[in-house]
């Protein structure tokens, strides 16, 4: 769910908001918060972190662009609401940025929303700079770690305690020894670069596994392998060789 800000110093807008969220994008969008000044705007933003922000063009004596100057890197998508003529939007659009005029249409809404989600569900958006996976790691870390994105920030994870990952076309989903699972919108190919080095190897085109929690391997076309959570994960054939050696290797 993408948590929004309306900043705007209307409040029938803001009402108009709302009301679409409610009755167009339950379940999809919250609004976790509204101000009508760009300072307490600006406040709010700091305080609830919220994933998108939904700002007037005009705000009192100043406009939304004031706000934004704030920021040299901005931490939310931004979609401007504005009440400007036709003929003025040619500049948002020539721009490639995201707005809503105003009256603002509930299809356009919902439409807007949906395009906004599957962006943020992409990049984990942070003014169009990942600053996911901030790999900590270091030539003779002891206990390394990684940091992944989840829905109210970021999680910070001991490589020791994945069991193994396991790929949903672009989403990964995390295993862990406390037999808790994360979710994260990367693909497996970035956790195989990232994991590779400290002791994991990927058996299967949809699964990477921390060699230190393999129980025992059966033998197969490919085989599979059975790990100490008591799951069962097949072995691909092309990587079966491979795979074998690391095993081997393992002291």
Known sequence: MISAVIIDDEPHCIDRLRYLADHYCAGDLFIAGTADRVDSGFELLKELKPQLVFLDIQIHQQTGFDLLKKYTNIPFQVVFTTAFEQYAIRAFKFSAVDYLLKPIDPDEFQLTVKKLGERIDREHHLDKVELLFQNIKRTGLHDPKITVPTVSGL??????????????????????????????????????????SYGFFRIHNSHLVNLAYIKSYHKGKGGYVQLEDKTELEVSSRRKDDFLVRLSALK
């Open 155 to 196: 999680e910070l994870i001991r490589v020791q305690d994945i069991i193994r990952c396991q790929s949903d076309v672009n989403y990964t989903t995390i295993f862990m020894k406390d037999k808790k699972s994360l979710m994260v919108a990367k693909t497996l190919k970035q956790f195989e670069g990232l994991l590779s």
